[in-house]
């Protein structure tokens, strides 16, 4: 049972563009969401966050929107770069059962191409 | 670079075998977390360490087990191992127990069951 979703493998979008890239998740537990980037043969990296009581975090030109109601987030690239190409992966986070512990469930990833 | 070390990069091996993978933290980080990444999915949650103690366990096998040292490297232990085992393995480490998912991912060890 896949609880975050990213339903697109791949995008791609021209260089200076907006890339927006979209999870849904159905756990209403999750109370914070991240996101990551991946390139070939790295390990992900943290790009940005954002708690659920928040419904916008910006960083640069990246921001992360959150619809609670929907259960849905998106990442906004603006503008894109070259550089940005990459596997981007939405993740959630819920109190594990033991204190102090969180685990991240994570998507199966989006594979952004931005063209020059 | 992230600071996080895992040995080996590749590896492949025979069903039934077992294998060690091996991670070593960023600096000062007493928190590693084990994630599997197979063909076409996401990463899944194996297991969390804080210090040497287990912290949080995720979707891991019996026949996987890890452990966290006095020295704070971690090893994960696959045993058995199984085609369906063929997979990226990530370790991840963070300063503390509590944060929110924001850790330090290494380049991580491509497994190969043959």
């Known amino acids: 049972d896949q609880q975050v979703k990213q339903n697109s493998p791949s995008l791609s979008v021209q260089e200076g563009r907006i890339s927006i890239l979209n999870c849904d998740y159905t756990?209403?537990?999750?109370?914070?969401f991240l996101w990551y980037k991946k390139y070939p043969a790295e390990g992900p990296t943290f790009l940005i966050s954002?708690?659920?009581?928040?419904d916008k975090n910006e960083d640069g030109r990246f921001t992360v929107f959150l619809n609670k109601s929907a259960k849905h987030l998106s990442l906004h690239i603006v503008p894109s770069q070259p550089g940005d190409s990459a596997v981007y992966f939405c993740?959630?986070?819920?109190?594990?059962?033991?204190?102090?512990?969180?685990?991240?469930?994570f998507g199966k990833g989006t594979k952004l191409s931005v063209i020059p | 670079d992230s600071g996080v070390t895992q040995t080996p990069k590749h590896l492949i091996t025979a069903t039934g075998q077992r294998v060690t993978l091996r991670c070593s933290p960023r600096?000062?980080?007493?928190?590693v977390y084990w994630y599997q990444q197979s063909l076409d999915q996401g990463l899944q949650f194996l297991i969390q360490?804080?210090?040497?103690?287990?912290?949080a366990k995720g979707n891991i096998l019996e026949r996987f087990s890890a452990q966290q040292f006095p020295d704070l490297h971690s090893e994960l232990n696959l045993s058995s191992l199984e085609l369906g085992d063929s997979a990226l393995y990530f370790c991840?480490?963070?300063?503390?127990?509590?944060?929110?998912?924001?850790?330090?991912f290494g380049q991580g060890t491509r497994l190969t069951v043959v």
């Open positions: 991840a480490s963070s300063v503390a127990p509590v944060d929110r998912g924001e850790a330090f």
């Open positions: 756990n209403s537990m999750f109370d914070y």
């Open positions: 954002i708690s659920s009581i928040k």
């Open positions: 993740a959630a986070s819920v109190q594990h059962s033991g204190a102090g512990s969180y685990q991240l469930t």
């Open positions: 600096s000062g980080d007493l928190s």
């Open positions: 360490y804080y210090n040497g103690e287990e912290r």
